[in-house]
């Protein structure tokens, strides 16, 4: 019995794949990892829960969603353009890691993370609230219950939460334009 494939094509981390032949049904955590050897988005609970497999969904009007790659088949994402957290930072011409994002300095700075394993997650978590703050920016009361309801969502099991949302804080109270007075 052979397992029946269907072609995929999208765009990850700004460039072109495919059209590849992939397994129907295939989740995008597996694509990822065994396909185009990224291993960044994490498999954690496998059930969409932990959100630590959340990759980032680049709209055409250049918007930012978070979506789950363990409960997200790849062929969901066919034509579309995604980031996963291996291209969150700038990187130079032979691909290496030239410029950390805001967010993910600022997660170095205040020490964020204890395993890491929950981290590309809250990066890409962050990095779609800065995205939808630059469009709509919020009061400075609202700062901390919009990042908590963005971050809320995901889990970490070294209970990290306390520095991930100070660094986020740090990152929205400290670029132009995503507050308001």
């Not at 029946?4 to 765009?11: A, E, F, H, M, R």
């Not at 901390?144 to 109270?173: K, P, S």
Request: charged fraction near 25%; charge should be negative.
């Amino acid at each position: 019995m052979s397992l029946s494939t269907k072609p995929l094509s999208l765009t990850v981390n700004g460039k072109t794949v495919g059209p590849i032949d992939v397994p129907e049904g295939m989740m995008m955590q597996d694509f990822l990892h065994e396909y185009l050897n990224l291993t960044g988005a994490r498999l954690g609970c496998g059930q969409g829960i932990c959100h630590a497999c959340t990759i980032a969904v680049e709209h055409e009007d250049g918007t930012l969603d978070e979506r789950r790659t363990c409960i997200t088949g790849a062929h969901w994402f066919d034509g579309r353009h995604v980031r996963t957290v291996e291209g969150i930072a700038e990187r130079d011409e032979e691909g290496a890691i030239a410029i950390l994002s805001p967010v993910q300095k600022a997660f170095i700075e205040h020490f964020s993370f204890q395993c890491g394993y929950c981290t590309p997650g809250f990066v890409i978590g962050a990095t779609v609230l800065i995205d939808r703050l630059r469009r709509e920016p919020v009061a400075r009361e609202q700062v901390e219950d919009v990042i908590t309801e963005a971050l809320d969502r995901h889990i970490c099991r070294c209970t990290g939460y306390v520095r991930y949302f100070e660094a986020v804080r740090d990152v929205v109270l400290r670029t132009p334009g995503l507050v308001i007075g």
